[in-house]
């Protein structure tokens, strides 16, 4: 639970700070910024809902997980930097992957919980 709070927070500022919002897209060379910042506030509530309620939690797991992946590629590409800046997204990708492996483990409990209920029900 705890973990879709990084994304739903992300989400929300998506939508209440649009402004700031649009200026990030647009500082990462996303354009049109509109669509960027629509299509990952959409990425971030869909994907937290389907882990939130375990429908389809495999799903929202590897949506957010892409979404991570892709923002370290995009955006923290530390290997292309130098100095502060560098070390400042090298620390956000570790931050990015480690959250990754949260939802691969989240998605794996999900998934050993329901063989279980299914086997012992």
């Not at 994907?47 to 923290?76: C, E, K, M, P, Q």
């Not at 130098?82 to 400042?88: I, N, S, V």
Request: avoid cysteine; charge should be neutral; glycine fraction near 6%.
């Amino acid at each position: 639970m705890l973990i879709l709070l990084l994304f739903l927070s992300s989400g929300f500022a998506k939508v209440f700070d649009y402004e700031n919002s649009l200026a990030e897209m647009r500082a990462a060379g996303l354009n049109p910024d509109w669509f960027f910042n629509l299509a990952s506030a959409i990425v971030l509530f869909a994907g937290s809902i389907l882990v939130l309620f375990d429908r389809y939690l495999w799903l929202g797991a590897g949506a957010l997980a892409t979404f991570l992946f892709l923002t370290i590629v995009i955006v923290h590409t530390f290997w292309n930097m130098t100095g502060d800046k560098a070390m400042l997204s090298m620390y956000f990708a570790i931050e990015h992957t480690s959250v990754i492996g949260g939802l691969m483990a989240t998605a794996m409990a999900s998934h050993f919980r329901a063989l279980w209920k299914k086997f012992n029900s």
